[in-house]
Structures are given as C-alpha cells and as structure tokens.
C-alpha cells in the first residue's frame, strides 16, 4: 500500500519530507492501515451557530456530556448548562477518567500529515471516509473539564425551571441511566419535547416517565438502540454463559467498558450468577480511575432508582449488592493496574476496565497480556464500537471474542408504542430512523413508520418547526378585572372592553388600571381651557349590532323629542328632527347624526344611539 | 375575593405536636402531624375533631404533608391515619420516609410496652400508614391534584427535612417546618427561590435569640466536655437519636482524636450504626463538605464512639453518653440521668430545646428537687448545661428567610406567644407585611388579590409592544384597547377588529355631521389656512393636514369651508368624524366655535 501512494506522487524534495513524517504516522497492522498519533475526538458542530448565543444547554445523560469543556469553553459561551445532580456527578468522573487515560500515556504531537485532503482521498477505508479531520480535537484538560462543569445548575426530575419568564423546562425520568432525562420545554401554549437516550426495560434507574410527554406539539427523538436486533435481556444470558465457560477452562475474562451504567446491572447479574453457577469464588477486577468513586457514587443517589432499589435504603442497606461484593472481597477495585493490584491478583478473574473503543486505557494491557491465549475470552457489551474495528489494531489474536452488545434503549418496536401513547403532533428525528439501515435494506420493521411521517434531520441542517404561535400569556390585575363590564354577545360568549395599560418585563405581561389624570388646580384649569387638548390616542371602542327603528323612535320621544318625520331609504330611514333641526340617518351597518351648533342635543343623541349598539 | 386560610391544631403559640390545616383556593391541606412531648394524655395529639366530629378526613383532607422526621412533627401520624382515618396520599421526602417509621416504632414501644397504656397504635398500623407516604424529591414540582402543586425546598434542620412550597393557581404558601439558616457540622443551610407566597408560615422557636457564632458554642461545649472528663466525672448528653447527635458525635469525634483523649464515649441506643447508615446512604441530603469528600473519608464511620450497654452507666471513671429521648422524659436517658443526678463531678448538658413537662425543662429551670413515680424524689446535684445546638433558625435566620421568600403576609408557629410578639412587631417594623400568630384552634384569613390570567392575542400584543417603544415614558403610559371574549372557562383578549370577525359581527359605523358658522372677511380658501394655521398652532402632536382638494384633515377627520349664499363673510365649516374619533370632534366644533383668533 506504500508503494501506491508513492506512485501517486512526484519526486519533489518537499514531497517527500511530508511522505516521511506520513510514513511515521501510518501504521500497518494485519492488512488495515491505522493513524499513529495522540487520540483526537470528533466534536459537536461548532461552526453552524455562534456559542456565545446559546443561552441554555440541557443534559440528558452523562454519555451526551462528554464534549461539554469544547462547547462551553473558549468559545465565548455564557449560559447555564441544566443537569441532574447524578448526570453531573457521574459525567464529571468520565471526564475525569479519560483525562487520566490521555495523562498517563503522553504523546507529543498528534498526527496531521494523513489529514491532508490529497492524501486522506488515497488512504483505505475507514480512514478514506473519515469527514471533517481538521475540527477533531485532542482531550481537554481537567482544569476545562472543572470550569465547565462549574456553568451546571443542577436540576431534579419533575422540577420547573423558568428560562427568562419566556419557556419553562423540565427534565422528566429517562429510565436508561442514573439521572437520566427527557426534556420538555415548554410556554403556556406550546409544548416541545427532547427524548434522547430512554429505556422501557427495568434495570437500576427509576423508571422512564411517559405520561408527561402528552399532548407536545413537537417530539423531537434521539438517542434510540444502536444494536436494535439485539435483545438485551438475551445478551445478558450469553454473556454470563460466556464468562463461567471460560473461567471453567480455567480461561480469564475481559470485559472492555464504561466505568458506569450498564457495569452495575452485570455485576449485580453475576452476583446471583457465579454463585449458582458455582464459581463464587472467581475474584472480579473493576480498574478505572474512577472505580471507587462510580461504585460509591451509585450507592447514594436512592432518589434516582426504580423502585426495588429506592426501597432497600428504608432498611437502611445499600441500594446496589456491589456493596456486598465489596465487602465479601469477591469484587475488587483498584485505579489502574500499577502498585497494589499487580500484586494481589489471581487469574483466573473476571476484569471490568476501560476504554471500550480499546484504544487507550488499562485495557490496552490485558490486551496484550491476555491476547495470545486462547483460554481467555474478551466479551463485549458496550454498543458504541465495532468491536471488529476495536481489535483490529491487535490481530492476530488468539483469545475469544463474544459480541453481546447490551443497549436497553428504545428499539423501533418500543418507539411506535409509545408514540402511539403521547401522540405528538409532529416527531422531528434523525434521517437514519426514517429508513431501514443499509446493511438491512428490507427490514422496514427497522425505521419509524408514522402519520405525519417524521420531519426527518441529519448533521447540520436546520428545520423550522410547525409553530404558529398565536397566543401569550398576560395578567389583568385584580382591579382591573374587577371594573370590566362583560354583556353577553351571543349564547355563552360575553365581551368586554379592556382599556389598560401593558407593562412588560422579563417577558411576563400585565394589564394595570389606566392611571386617572391628575386634576390641575382650578383657578389654573379657567385659564387654560381654551387649551384643553383631548389626549391623543385613546380611541374608542368599535360599535355593532343595528337600531330598530320603532325602539329607536320611542326613546326619542322618551328624551322630548316628538317631532321626528321619518322618511324611508333605499338602505334605511331619515330621521328629521323637525324642532331640533338635526338629522339623523339609520342604516342597517351605519348611523349619521348630522346636527349643528347644539352640542348638548348631539351628546344626547349621541349616547340614545350608543345605547342599542354593542362596544367592542 | 378569595381567602386562604390557616388553623393550628398544634404549635400555634406552642411547641409540640405540630399541625397546621391550610385552606387556598378551595384544597385543604395539613401541615405536619406531631405529638406533644409534654403531655401523657389527650392532648398529646392534635384535635382532630376540629377537622370533622365524626368519620373519616379523607373527604376533608386533599393531602398530607410532613416536614421532617421529628415526632413532635410526624408522632401523630399514624393514630390520624390509621386510627381516626385518612386514606390520601402523605408527602414527605425519602429521608423522612425512612427514618419516620424507626422513630415511630421507638415512641410506640415506649408508650405501650414500657407504660403500658392501652388504645394507642400498632405497629401493624405504623406499616399501613407509611404505605400511604408518597416521597418527595427537592425541587420536584408533584401534581397532587390538576391544580394543587407542591414543593419541596431544602431546610438544613436534620436529615431530610423540607420546607415546602403549596401552589393552587396564582395563590401560594410556604410552610417552613423547622429549619436552620446556617450551616452545621453536617447539614447545609435552608434555601428557598424568591417565590413571593401570600402566606409564609414560619417556625419560631428562637425568636428573640441571635445567637453567638457556632464556633464559640463548640468550643465552650468542648471545654464543658473536657473539664468533667479530666475531674472524672461523666457526662450525660440526652439526644434524639437522629440529628444532632451525629453533630456532636462528629465534633466529639474530631476533638478526642485531635486531644488523644482516652475515655470511652457511648452512644445509648442500637440505632447508632443503623442511623449512621442512614446518613451514608442520604448523603446528597449533608452539607457541601461532607458530600465532597464521602468517597475518601465518610465522616459518619466513627472510630471513638462505641455502643453503649445499659450495664456500663454504672462503670467508675469517666465516661461521654450519648443517650435518648432529647428531653429526658422517659427512655435510658432518664434512666442514666436518675443514676448520676446524684453526683456533683456530673454534667448533663442539653443540646437543643425542651418542651414544657419534660424533666428536661424542669432542670433547665434550675429545679433541684424532681418527683418522680412512686413519690420518690430525685435531688438533683450534677451540674446542669444547657447549649443551643438545636438546629432552627434565630431572629436573624427567620428575617433572612422572609428577605429570600418576600412574603405578603407572616404567620409564626411552633413558638412561644411573648417571644412570637417580639418577632411579630419586628417584622411588621422592618417588612411592613401583616405579621399573624394564630393560638390552637384560631383561624387566620388572608385575603388574596389574585390577578386575572388571560391569553392575549400574539399580534396585539406585539403591536402594543411595537407601539410603546422600547422605552416606554412612565409618566406617560400608553393605553392599549382590547376585547375580552368570553367563552366557557376561556379568557381570550384580542383586538376590537378581530373580535368582530371572530364572533361574526359587522362593524356599525357612527358618523357626526356638524356645520360652524364662523364670521371671518376672507375668501373661502384663506379662511381654510387661517383654520390649519391655528388647529396647528392648538393641535401639538396630532396630524393636521392642510390637503390640496380644499380640506383640513386632523387625524381622521376631514374639515371643509364654504360661504353661505347671503353673507360671503359667514363662513360654514363642515366638519364630520366617526365615533372612534368622538372626542377630538367633539372639541374641535367647540374650539371653531369661539372664533379664530384674530392674530392670525
């Protein structure tokens, strides 16, 4: 494959200083090519919106914080960043574990030769597909990772968070993880929902609470199974078969994975497990930086369990039986496999470490210490690598390897229920849900099938959501309200004209009492009443309805006047008012008063008029 | 206009059985279900048949809600549920809800089994009754009902106790339970959100304190401590089993390592490590520094402090126990008491309040001579220290709180009258809000003002907006004109225009017509300029037009001049106007009338 490449070029000097810095950057491993370099990490879009205009960041669980420091640090960000006390807690020690991981094994440059776009276009798959190279990013550094985590305002389940008097949000139970959260955020009238990462199955964390997606205008859905085939509850059986052959053969187990989430529901899973299947004394090894404190971290955070859990702490006993491994020695944790944990351990185990994508971390070593035997098994469960892809680098192995992805999130079935459930009026969610995988063409049991179909997103483009919004919420006060008058239109509708004054702040709206002018004094109020202006803009209310005329005519003679000749129209009557000399001419829509120099008999006509009319 | 209204059962000018029925927006609440410690009879519960003469709450109750794990707060509980008879949902947090029901089983135990009275609940009825507790998360907001809201805030005071929040509607209450405004050697400080309630309901047991610093009390009870050690003598500290006892056992905890000191220190009851673990387990419910460092050190694994056997108060030397109940009113820390009251090198020191009829309050009295059962008298010799570590707020504790909440109105509890009226006056002077202390079984009403919510119409209210500017004049405030539909329970405010169409009504114009004679020596068209010139000159800041077809517009309204037949001089000027525009022509005919000025 070198000698393509060098075919591809000309012999310029220049050229080939960069072929030999390329050269130390590609390595050759059983037919694949790889990057040599310093792990960089793809991050969230940054180029598309300004983040110094977002306002708000909300959580939904601890795997989706990982790039937090990228956003929120040296990017001019300013908002609050909304999270559960145990999605901050936990996400704080994934942080910090990758941060040791990246510490511990320092490299000084990071490849950028292959990222070249001539040369990246000659490079084998995956590397050949690999898009936007120049934005991946080396890891942060622990100090980022605490300056973002100091913008998080913790929040709990079911808590209303006002957002500058505008939208309310509110994190709901999640079901996937400790703390995990579905979003609503809401105003009085509309109604969005954020679902990403929810589970239905029953595992540790309290149940996902679906009631409270009803009636959203908008769903927006992510975070579904990446491994929609796989049923984890099968998964689960393998595995622990998996794992008692190959300590039976006398074989070790490696399981490659997260130090929280799903570690806990397999521990507690062997903990009834080994003991049936008579291996209780097999030691397990959990090695993470972080191990003592995710085990710990699990054990206080009761308020954040399903219910079987959440009850075991009114005994007072810990929620999760990890303690218990604890204390019988059977489970052993340790911060990385140097000092005490080389000396104390026994094979045939069972280890717990990361990183998952065995790319860096105490993994790295079992690999190779475990690799070349074929008594010993690598059982993989975290669903976010092609476990192929993760050990690749390492072939030629002899150990097993057992694929038995456990991804409890919602697969396309438990999706379609649940949408039928809370009946959104529109679902907006990434493309790839609206077609079957590609792998799979003809699974269309594999994407979501709606009516609307879906408003469909990929990386990058922007929807408008189908919002009209029509109305806001405001606050008559008390004494306004008091001094409306209502008269009834039609049946059951009444109307009432609102004269008020609107006072807006911090986007809440409220209607006060307009202020009664203050009176000027008297003796000044003769002098100037030549310059009594009325006030500008006040008008009045709009008039409907019509006059009968006979009702009209009586209250006319009512008031005095008799001498009315009414003559008819083609649209109505003319009224002469024959002492008064005035005129007044009734249409069905319309009315005239035509009267000169008598103010007062105009007034007075004026409020006989009004008075069969409806304001509005 | 609406009420809310409150009625102690308990703790209304008292301190004991805690229990406050709150009446807002037509949901009736109660607040806490104590027990008195200082009675032995029926007045040890709240007066339920204030509530109904007969039957069951359930109908007259929407919910129960519990403050923290206090007997004097939650004793009560299960003789109202289980005994008198309410089936709703209880609230109180998770903390609570698992301490409650030990605490519980303790105070029936020592009723039934150790006095032996008779027609007091079971511990059957206990389990019953926590089955109807519903826990509580800090900041959830729960729906109790589609419009009663609770929620909970944080009150420090002791593990897992709240203060909440009750909402119907735009009407709201604080209940504050007991609480503590700073933080100790193991819980945080209450917090509440500037939710302005129309009632804040508050605890008042320290009143006119303001207390020293935390600091000099521990070190003065350190000293207290150390001195009776070093003399040999033994120190009784009567506790409640959970709370302050793992304050000071942290304290004690820390001095003894720091001193190396040797004596023993006890801690009477089996609860110790059951409660500790307690403690371990609600972590996220303990003040900052604890919950940073649990996973290198949790503070409540002590190393100095073993259980106590009732055979040891008898041992010579000196010793530290730390013992229940509190108060001294029955339980092993009466009983140690009774053996080393005799005895000057003694100490017994009280760390948090006593209630009236407790043996406790009787020697912080500076009573000498107790009576006890079977007429025998105890001569009290050991030295007697009383030492506020109880966790509420002082005087300058509760003024923070209203200051953080801004209340409309002030209601103390769980106080004492002469010291309540202090406070009372205090607040009224510094907050100018009405200030109430209902006694047990008085109503207090508040009248609430509440405001109208209405949807406005996006695009009259954007207009209006537009309109005001964006710096709206505060002397000169712009009215806005709308319509208020009415339809079922909907309030619609829209624009007059809009409300025509929507309800399908046709507009009626109103015109007036009016002609002004006016003697003026010009031609017509000069007469129409001397009009826009002075209509210009009067009108400032309305739109006068002086328009080619031989018109004056002002506004909408349109002026034109003619002569009459006879008189050239006689000017008539016609004016006509719609009603919206009444009040300018109304005054622009008067104006025309007097003439125009001759200066023009």
């Known amino acids: 494959?070198?000698?393509?490449?060098?075919?591809?070029?000309?012999?310029?000097?220049?050229?080939?200083?960069?072929?030999?810095?390329?050269?130390?950057?590609?390595?050759?491993?059983?037919?694949?090519?790889?990057?040599?370099?310093?792990?960089?990490?793809?991050?969230?879009?940054?180029?598309?919106?300004?983040?110094?205009?977002?306002?708000?960041?909300?959580?939904?669980?601890?795997?989706?914080?990982?790039?937090?420091?990228?956003?929120?640090?040296?990017?001019?960000?300013?908002?609050?960043?909304?999270?559960?006390?145990?999605?901050?807690?936990?996400?704080?020690?994934?942080?910090?574990?990758?941060?040791?991981?990246?510490?511990?094994?320092?490299?000084?440059?990071?490849?950028?030769?292959?990222?070249?776009?001539?040369?990246?276009?000659?490079?084998?798959?995956?590397?050949?597909?690999?898009?936007?190279?120049?934005?991946?990013?080396?890891?942060?550094?622990?100090?980022?990772?605490?300056?973002?985590?100091?913008?998080?305002?913790?929040?709990?389940?079911?808590?209303?968070?006002?957002?500058?008097?505008?939208?309310?949000?509110?994190?709901?139970?999640?079901?996937?993880?400790?703390?995990?959260?579905?979003?609503?955020?809401?105003?009085?009238?509309?109604?969005?929902?954020?679902?990403?990462?929810?589970?239905?199955?029953?595992?540790?964390?309290?149940?996902?609470?679906?009631?409270?997606?009803?009636?959203?205008?908008?769903?927006?859905?992510?975070?579904?199974?990446?491994?929609?085939?796989?049923?984890?509850?099968?998964?689960?059986?393998?595995?622990?078969?998996?794992?008692?052959?190959?300590?039976?053969?006398?074989?070790?187990?490696?399981v490659p994975c997260y130090s929280s989430g799903v570690i806990y529901d397999l521990l507690e899973c062997l903990y009834q497990f080994m003991d049936s299947a008579n291996l209780g004394t097999t030691p397990f090894y959990f090695i993470s930086p972080v191990a003592n404190s995710s085990l710990e971290f699990s054990q206080i955070f009761a308020e954040w369990l399903c219910q079987n859990k959440q009850s075991k702490v009114y005994l007072p006993e810990p929620p999760f039986p990890h303690a218990e491994l604890i204390q019988t020695n059977k489970l052993k944790h340790y911060p990385s496999i140097h000092g005490e944990f080389s000396s104390e351990f026994r094979q045939p185990c069972v280890v717990f470490t990361g990183h998952p994508s065995l790319r860096f971390g105490d993994v790295v070593h079992f690999m190779e210490l475990w690799g070349k035997s074929s008594l010993n098994t690598i059982i993989f469960t975290e669903p976010d690598f092609s476990y192929l892809d993760a050990l690749a680098p390492y072939q030629p192995l002899a150990m097993k390897c057992v694929y038995c992805p456990i991804d409890t999130r919602l697969n396309f079935h438990q999706?379609?229920?649940?949408?039928?459930?809370?009946?959104?009026?529109?679902?907006?969610?990434?493309?790839?849900?609206?077609?079957?995988?590609?792998?799979?063409?003809?699974?269309?049991?594999?994407?979501?099938?709606?009516?609307?179909?879906?408003?469909?997103?990929?990386?990058?483009?922007?929807?408008?959501?189908?919002?009209?919004?029509?109305?806001?919420?405001?606050?008559?006060?008390?004494?306004?309200?008091?001094?409306?008058?209502?008269?009834?239109?039609?049946?059951?509708?009444?109307?009432?004209?609102?004269?008020?004054?609107?006072?807006?702040?911090?986007?809440?709206?409220?209607?006060?009492?307009?202020?009664?002018?203050?009176?000027?004094?008297?003796?000044?109020?003769?002098?100037?009443?030549?310059?009594?202006?009325?006030?500008?803009?006040?008008?009045?209310?709009?008039?409907?309805?019509?006059?009968?005329?006979?009702?009209?005519?009586?209250?006319?003679?009512?008031?005095?006047?008799?001498?009315?000749?009414?003559?008819?129209?083609?649209?109505?009557?003319?009224?002469?008012?024959?002492?008064?000399?005035?005129?007044?001419?009734?249409?069905?829509?319309?009315?005239?008063?035509?009267?000169?120099?008598?103010?007062?008999?105009?007034?007075?006509?004026?409020?006989?008029?009004?008075?069969?009319?409806?304001?509005? | 206009m609406p009420d809310i209204k409150v009625t102690p059962l308990g703790a209304g000018q008292d301190v004991g059985r805690s229990c406050i029925l709150v009446s807002v927006g037509g949901k009736n609440i109660m607040l806490d279900c104590g027990m008195h410690m200082g009675y032995n009879d029926d007045r040890r519960f709240p007066d339920f048949s204030y509530i109904t003469q007969n039957g069951r709450l359930t109908d007259f109750l929407d919910c129960v809600i519990i403050s923290h794990f206090h007997l004097d707060h939650c004793g009560a509980l299960p003789y109202m549920s289980e005994m008198v008879g309410y089936d709703g949902p209880i609230y109180m947090t998770h903390p609570t809800k698992a301490i409650c029901p030990i605490l519980l089983e303790d105070f029936r135990k020592i009723t039934v089994d150790k006095k032996g009275e008779t027609n007091f609940f079971t511990s059957q009825m206990i389990k019953d009754c926590m089955k109807k507790v519903v826990p509580l998360n800090l900041h959830q907001t729960v729906q109790v009902d589609d419009e009663l809201e609770i929620k909970a805030y944080y009150a420090g005071h002791v593990l897992g106790a709240a203060m909440v929040l009750i909402k119907v509607g735009s009407e709201s209450v604080v209940y504050t339970g007991d609480y503590n405004m700073t933080p100790d050697r193991h819980l945080g400080a209450a917090w509440i959100d500037k939710c302005r309630p129309d009632i804040l309901i508050s605890e008042s047991t320290y009143a006119t304190t303001i207390r020293d610093s935390k600091r000099c009390r521990e070190r003065d009870f350190l000293k207290k401590v150390h001195e009776t050690i070093e003399r040999g003598g033994k120190v009784l500290i009567p506790v409640f089993a959970l709370g302050r006892a793992q304050e000071l056992c942290i304290l004690l905890e820390t001095f003894w390592e720091r001193m190396n000191l040797k004596a023993p220190i006890y801690f009477s009851t089996g609860l110790t490590e059951k409660?500790?673990?307690?403690?371990?387990?609600?972590?996220?419910?303990?003040?900052?520094?604890?919950?940073?460092?649990?996973?290198?050190?949790?503070?409540?694994?002590?190393?100095?402090?073993?259980?106590?056997?009732?055979?040891?108060?008898?041992?010579?030397?000196?010793?530290?126990?730390?013992?229940?109940?509190?108060?001294?009113?029955?339980?092993?820390?009466?009983?140690?008491?009774?053996?080393?009251?005799?005895?000057?090198?003694?100490?017994?020191?009280?760390?948090?309040?006593?209630?009236?009829?407790?043996?406790?309050?009787?020697?912080?009295?500076?009573?000498?001579?107790?009576?006890?059962?079977?007429?025998?008298?105890?001569?009290?010799?050991?030295?007697?220290?009383?030492?506020?570590?109880?966790?509420?707020?002082?005087?300058?504790?509760?003024?923070?709180?209203?200051?953080?909440?801004?209340?409309?109105?002030?209601l103390l509890v769980h106080g004492e009258a002469k010291k309540m009226e202090f406070l009372k006056d205090k607040i009224e002077q510094e907050f100018s809000i009405s200030c109430y202390m209902p006694a047990n079984g008085e109503t207090t009403t508040v009248t609430t003002n509440p405001s109208v919510p209405v949807d406005i119409s996006l695009n009259l209210l954007k207009r209006e907006m537009a309109l005001g500017g964006p710096l709206p004049d505060p002397k000169k405030p712009r009215t806005m004109h709308g319509t208020l539909i009415m339809k079922d329970s909907s309030l619609r405010l829209v624009s007059p225009e809009q409300a025509l169409k929507e309800l399908g009504l046709s507009e009626h114009q109103l015109r007036f017509t009016c002609r002004v004679h006016l003697q003026d020596p010009h031609s017509d068209s000069d007469t129409l300029s001397r009009i826009y010139s002075h209509l210009k000159s009067v009108l400032k800041g309305y739109a006068v037009q002086h328009l080619p077809d031989g018109t004056v517009m002002v506004e909408s309204i349109v002026l034109k001049v003619s002569s009459s037949g006879e008189d050239p001089n006689l000017k008539v000027i016609l004016l006509s106007w719609s009603y919206q525009d009444e009040e300018l022509g109304s005054f622009l005919s008067s104006l025309l009338k007097k003439g125009l000025p001759s200066g023009l």
């Open chain 1, 1 to 254: 494959m070198y000698a393509d490449l060098m075919r591809c070029f000309n012999w310029t000097e220049c050229m080939l200083i960069v072929l030999c810095s390329l050269l130390k950057e590609l390595k050759e491993c059983a037919g694949r090519v790889f990057v040599d370099s310093q792990p960089e990490f793809c991050l969230p879009e940054r180029e598309l919106l300004d983040l110094s205009t977002v306002d708000v960041i909300l959580i939904s669980n601890y795997h989706c914080m990982m790039a937090l420091p990228y956003i929120t640090e040296h990017t001019g960000f300013s908002g609050t960043v909304y999270a559960t006390e145990p999605t901050f807690q936990i996400g704080r020690l994934l942080m910090e574990e990758l941060v040791t991981f990246m510490e511990r094994v320092p490299k000084a440059q990071s490849a950028t030769c292959w990222k070249n776009k001539e040369i990246q276009r000659m490079l084998p798959g995956p590397l050949k597909d690999a898009v936007d190279v120049w934005s991946w990013k080396r890891c942060y550094s622990m100090q980022e990772v605490n300056s973002a985590l100091s913008k998080v305002q913790l929040v709990g389940y079911s808590q209303k968070v006002e957002l500058f008097g505008a939208v309310q949000v509110t994190p709901l139970s999640s079901g996937y993880s400790l703390g995990s959260s579905n979003w609503i955020i809401q105003s009085h009238y509309e109604k969005v929902s954020y679902v990403s990462g929810s589970s239905l199955l029953t595992t540790h964390p309290q149940p996902m609470d679906q009631s409270s997606l009803k009636n959203s205008d908008v769903l927006i859905l992510t975070g579904l199974t990446q491994i929609p085939t796989a049923n984890p509850d099968g998964m689960l059986g393998e595995f622990c078969s998996n794992l008692a052959m190959t300590i039976r053969a006398g074989g070790n187990v490696l």
């Open chain 1, 415 to 616: 999706v379609s229920k649940l949408l039928k459930e809370v009946q959104p009026l529109h679902v907006v969610c990434p493309e790839q849900y609206t077609q079957p995988p590609p792998a799979q063409s003809h699974r269309s049991d594999l994407m979501l099938e709606l009516q609307p179909p879906p408003m469909a997103y990929r990386r990058c483009s922007v929807l408008g959501l189908p919002f009209r919004r029509r109305y806001e919420r405001i606050q008559l006060q008390p004494e306004l309200a008091k001094a409306l008058v209502p008269s009834e239109i039609k049946p059951g509708i009444s109307v009432a004209t609102v004269s008020a004054v609107l006072q807006s702040k911090d986007n809440k709206h409220v209607l006060q009492p307009v202020p009664k002018p203050t009176p000027v004094p008297p003796s000044k109020k003769r002098k100037r009443l030549m310059e009594e202006v009325p006030e500008l803009l006040s008008p009045k209310p709009l008039l409907s309805g019509s006059i009968p005329l006979d009702a009209f005519l009586a209250s006319l003679h009512k008031s005095g006047i008799t001498e009315v000749k009414v003559e008819e129209t083609a649209d109505g009557h003319i009224l002469h008012l024959q002492a008064e000399d005035a005129l007044i001419q009734l249409e069905e829509d319309a009315t005239h008063i035509v009267c000169d120099n008598n103010e007062p008999l105009r007034t007075a006509l004026r409020d006989l008029v009004l008075r069969f009319l409806q304001k509005l």
């Open chain 2, 275 to 410: 409660a500790n673990h307690y403690y371990k387990l609600f972590i996220t419910w303990t003040n900052q520094k604890i919950r940073k460092t649990f996973v290198q050190r949790n503070m409540f694994e002590f190393k100095h402090i073993k259980a106590f056997d009732r055979s040891y108060a008898d041992n010579p030397g000196p010793m530290v126990v730390f013992a229940t109940p509190g108060m001294l009113h029955a339980g092993q820390s009466l009983q140690i008491f009774k053996k080393w009251a005799g005895n000057e090198k003694n100490m017994v020191i009280m760390p948090g309040y006593c209630v009236q009829g407790t043996v406790g309050h009787k020697i912080l009295n500076g009573q000498k001579k107790l009576e006890m059962e079977g007429r025998a008298t105890l001569e009290v010799k050991l030295q007697v220290e009383y030492m506020s570590f109880s966790a509420h707020a002082d005087a300058k504790g509760i003024m923070q709180l209203i200051r953080m909440a801004e209340p409309r109105n002030m």
